[in-house]
């Protein structure tokens, strides 16, 4: 193997920056983490992420000319062609050189996208879409993130930022999201509108498993516990679990009419729900896309990656 073939992925976010050195078959030979410390300013922040990298490589074994490149994966709008990191609200940067100040530390070439998209390509590059060439992902946690490979790079639009399908409009003057509009696709498809989703239903029925399960503190649900009572029949439960399911496959739904992917890939702490939540996605976009189910129809799969998934994809930005 000649050792221009090794790279950098680095993932940063808000609460940690994790560094691999990434073999050209996608193996991590060698990690390290940092807490991120997003409270300092950017110029304190960027030569720890230096730093993690340089401690990815003992954690290898190698030396510094082993490694030929650099990929960074960031919370935000970035503005891959210069590099900078536009305006990242989980660091507290805005207008930030990043890959001109890591190339200046690592003394190597660096490459930046936004943290979604490099899940995504890592997905594709070593993950739940090996070997596909046009993939669209959904992570589901906190917001909606989103990730787009059309022909087998990331698509990152014509100006900073990439895609937001996240704040695409679902529901006209619906709930209101976290970026100011009503009824986005994150207001009803990420696991904090499921949680709110929840508590209400458990508020309104507190005899339900539902309620019962977050032992009558509706502070204590989280995305798991309507997935846990509507597998044991629970009414209240079901009936939330269903029309989250409905929204998710509108949004779903809404992307295969534009993108028509190869496959529809789900990361996030809901994605763990496994075939419980594909397969009634799967039936819903079937019946709802364009052309139906004499169209192509994307398989819905759940990523594979976790965590590693941003740092893979970044080394393959190069």
């Keep these: 193997m000649e050792t221009t073939l090794l790279r950098f992925g680095i993932d940063i976010g808000g609460t ?66 210069t590099g900078t990191v536009v305006y990242s609200n989980n660091l507290n940067w805005k207008d930030v050189p990043l890959a001109q100040a890591l190339r200046r530390l690592l003394d190597v070439p660096v490459r930046i996208s936004n943290d979604a998209n490099c899940a995504a390509l890592g997905e594709v590059c070593a993950g739940a879409a090996k070997g596909l060439q046009n993939v669209f992902m959904l992570t589901l946690g906190t917001g909606v993130g989103s990730g787009i490979i ?10 900073p930022g990439g895609a937001e399908f996240g704040h695409t409009l679902l529901v006209e003057n619906g709930e209101r999201c976290t970026c100011g509009r009503r009824g986005c696709l994150e207001s009803y498809a990420s696991a904090t509108a499921l949680i709110r989703q929840a508590r209400r239903a458990a508020e309104a029925q507190p005899d339900s498993l539902l309620c019962t399960l977050c032992e009558g503190d509706l502070s204590r649900m989280n995305g798991r516990i309507p997935f846990q009572a509507a597998r044991q029949g629970d009414p209240a439960a079901l009936q939330v679990v269903q029309t989250y399911t409905a929204h998710l ?8 009419n534009i993108f028509r992917p190869q496959a529809v890939l789900l990361s996030g702490g809901i994605s763990k729900e496994g075939t419980y939540l594909t397969d009634p996605l799967t039936e819903r976009v079937k019946q709802e896309v364009f052309g ?11 990523a594979q990656l976790g965590n590693n998934a941003g740092l893979l994809g970044a080394a393959n930005l190069f």
């Excluded at 510094?64 to 891959?80: E, F, K, L, N, Y």
């Excluded at 496959?249 to 295969?256: C, D, E, L, P, R």
């Design 16 to 81: 940690g920056i994790k560094a691999g050195v990434v073999d050209h078959e996608n193996h991590i030979l060698g990690q390290a983490y940092v807490p991120t410390g997003a409270q300092r300013a950017w110029q304190q922040v960027i030569p720890d992420i230096a730093k993690t990298a340089q401690e990815a490589l003992q954690s290898a074994g190698l030396c510094r000319d082993a490694v030929g490149s650099a990929g960074v994966g960031c919370p935000g709008t970035i503005d891959a062609k």
């Design 150 to 159: 059309l022909n087998g790079k990331i698509f990152e639009g014509g100006g």
């Design 249 to 256: 496959a509108a949004g779903i739904t809404n992307a295969v």
């Design 292 to 302: 139906g189910a004499a169209s192509f129809l994307p398989e819905i799969r759940t």
